[in-house]
């Protein structure tokens, strides 16, 4: 049986199923410290979650994505990070990510942004049009797993600051 999902803009009740759904998701993920359900949590309080996106199944949180301002050294305005996403364990790899990435990628041209990067696969995020920008650097992070995409704009040159609520 097929569920079907429905992607919607998260409201207050959401925020424990949040907080649950992002810390299975990673429980067991590589590369992680285990802190991004403090990061989307930080986010939320500091009032930088630009874009917070739920999917449903059933009636039941199953995924999330946050979306937060970035800083560029060249003072390029206007420029997003996406991240952290997360889909429950027992939802992954049936394209819960995907609509909540090409959702909130709407989302952000909706708001006429200039583009958004992000630290990920890059064989996953490139069909969502994000590629590597030798020109745009996050430190202590290599290089292939740096990815941007522009919504029309130059893509910027200098180093990228994502929100002080990574630093959790």
Known sequence: MRCIIKIRQEIASDVADIRAVTTAAFLNAP??????????DALRDSGSLTVSLIAEAN?????H????PVSISDGS?????????????EHQGIGIGSQLVKQALASLRDRSASGCVLVGNPEYYSRFGFKVEPSLV???IPPEYFQAISFGTQIPSGIVSFHESFNV
């Open 31 to 40: 590369h992680t410290s285990h802190i991004e359900h403090l990061i989307v």
């Open 59 to 63: 009636g039941q949180i199953v995924g």
């Open 65 to 68: 994505v946050a979306i937060s």
């Open 77 to 89: 305005q206007n420029w997003y990070g996406l991240g952290p996403i997360s889909v429950a364990p």
């Open 138 to 140: 996050l430190p202590d």
